[in-house]
């Protein structure tokens, strides 16, 4: 089935440094997603893609679709303390309608 | 709005007994979708619905069935556990089959 390299798999930062993350693929996917999941709780939506090359942003957060569409990419600017969590990215294809294939995430902590 | 409701949240079954897990979305959306998330691992679909009456395997159905009873409810059963079914299940829906909406998961451990 398809495959997503989600990297890096961890990344121990200072508060205040900007984070950055990606998801590539061996396979084409038609929308990107990214999730954060805080511990202890189910996956909440980041940001959607829906067309390569897009770039979207949601306050300190901005998620860019590949223009080859294999893979995007998520940044996170000035990191805060509550920005700890697991930052997983999802892909769709148009032949498998409804089938989200998820990255094994990317575990993010924060120093004070 | 409650979003995604799980039932249990917590669960401990022995080897060989059954359960059903629940799932209930007061968001009227169509898709419905069952995941389990392993340790370290990211979450693979067990099975999912794409609308009222409709159900399909996803990655990793075995050992598992599902109902879709109602627009709002879409259950998980295990017929006979397993340890290799320890994990967290997480129910999620969707509006358009694309972005997905979570609920806080069931962690399920089979001795």
């Known amino acids: 089935g398809q495959q997503l390299n989600q990297s890096p798999q961890s990344m121990f930062i200072q508060e205040g440094e900007d984070v950055s993350m990606n998801c590539t693929s061996s396979s084409i996917f038609n929308t990107w997603l990214w999730y954060k999941q805080d511990p202890g709780e189910g996956p909440v939506l980041l940001i959607a893609?829906?067309?390569?090359?897009e770039l979207t942003s949601n306050g300190r957060l901005t998620a860019q679709f590949g223009i080859t569409r294999k893979d995007s990419f998520l940044n996170i600017s000035a990191s805060i303390p509550s920005d700890v969590g697991i930052y997983f990215c999802a892909g769709l294809d148009n032949t498998n309608a409804g089938k989200s294939t998820f990255g094994d995430g990317t575990t993010l902590t924060v120093k004070p | 709005n409650a979003g995604v409701t799980q039932t249990p949240k917590f669960q401990v079954l022995k080897t060989g007994q059954s359960m059903t897990l629940q799932c209930a979305q007061d968001?009227?959306?169509?898709?419905m979708y069952w995941y389990r998330q392993d340790p370290g691992m990211g979450l693979r679909l067990i099975y999912y619905s794409a609308s009222e009456g409709t159900t399909d395997k996803g990655e990793v159905p075995n050992g598992y069935n599902v109902s879709r009873l109602n627009k709002r409810e879409f259950s998980l059963r295990l017929e006979s556990a397993a340890p290799s079914q320890t994990s967290v299940y997480f129910c999620?829906?969707?509006?358009?089959?694309?972005?997905?909406?979570f609920g806080p998961g069931t962690r399920l451990t089979v001795t």
């Open positions: 893609l829906y067309k390569a090359g």
């Open positions: 999620a829906s969707s509006p358009t089959g694309f972005e997905q909406y």
């Open positions: 968001m009227n959306h169509n898709s």
